[in-house]
T-cell receptor, first 113, second 114 residues
Framework: DQQVKQNSPSLSVQEGRISILNCDYT??????FLWYKKYPAEGPTFLIS???IKDKNEDGRFTVFLNKSAKHLSLHIVPSQPGDSAVYFC????????????WGAGTKLIIKP | DVKVTQSSRYLVKRTGEKVFLECVQD?????MFWYRQDPGLGLRLIYF???????EKGDIPEGYSVSREKKERFSLILESASTNQTSMYLC?????????????FGSGTRLTVV
């Protein structure tokens, strides 16, 4: 059973608009969440993270929101740019886990000019 | 600049061949991982290692083995390649207790088995 779910395989957004990528999780022991971005033929790179003690974390155009009661997080990209076209992975970890991240299936974001 | 280096970007192998995928990291990380990425399935963990000569099965270890003789190197072995092992293979590393920091990934190896 998937503990981290990204239910939208793809998302298409107009350049300059807001992109919202969603992620749901089932394990209430998760206390840290990360977003990674992956271009074709490259490895994923870290984008932004959030601890469960917060409900929002911002880094430039990227903001992650966490709703613990709903077990839901979202990544907002404002404004969206062509270079944001990539696959975005959500990942989660538990406080007692030394090394394992649990990954979602990814959402392919396409920014239209 | 810290790095995880995978030895090949693209490989084409024949069914039944033994295939070695090499991964080297220069960050003195304890943990190393092998994933495969397939469309719609995300990142699936094949094997991981948290110390030299230690290995643990991930979610899909069948048909694969690993070797970690040195801290910086983690090898993935396909004992007898099959067409369903055609995929993008990603190596990653992290330091112990750093699930908060996340992983550093290599650029990936696109393996095609014909």
């Amino acid at each position: 059973d998937q503990q981290v779910k990204q239910n939208s395989p793809s998302l298409s957004v107009q350049e300059g608009r807001i992109s919202i990528l969603n992620c749901d999780y089932t394990n209430s022991m998760f206390d840290y969440f990360l977003w990674y971005k992956k271009y074709p033929a490259e490895g994923p790179t870290f984008l932004i993270s959030i601890s469960s003690i917060k409900d929002k974390n911002e880094d430039g155009r990227f903001t992650v929101f966490l709703n613990k009661s709903a077990k839901h997080l979202s990544l907002h990209i404002v404004p969206s740019q062509p270079g944001d076209s990539a696959v975005y992975f959500c990942a989660a970890s538990e406080a007692d886990s030394n090394y394992q991240l649990i990954w979602g299936a990814g959402t392919k974001l396409i920014i239209k000019p | 600049d810290v790095k995880v280096t995978q030895s090949s970007r693209y490989l084409v192998k024949r069914t039944g061949e033994k295939v070695f995928l090499e991964c080297v990291q220069d960050m003195d990380h304890e943990n190393m991982f092998w994933y495969r990425q397939d469309p719609g399935l995300g990142l699936r963990l094949i094997y991981f290692s948290y110390d030299v000569k230690m290995k643990e099965k991930g979610d899909i270890p069948e048909g694969y083995s690993v070797s970690r003789e040195k801290k910086e190197r983690f090898s993935l072995i396909l004992e007898s390649a099959s067409t369903n092992q055609t995929s993008m293979y990603l190596c990653a590393s992290s330091s112990l207790g750093s699930s908060r920091i996340g992983y550093t990934f290599g650029s990936g190896t696109r393996l095609t088995v014909v």
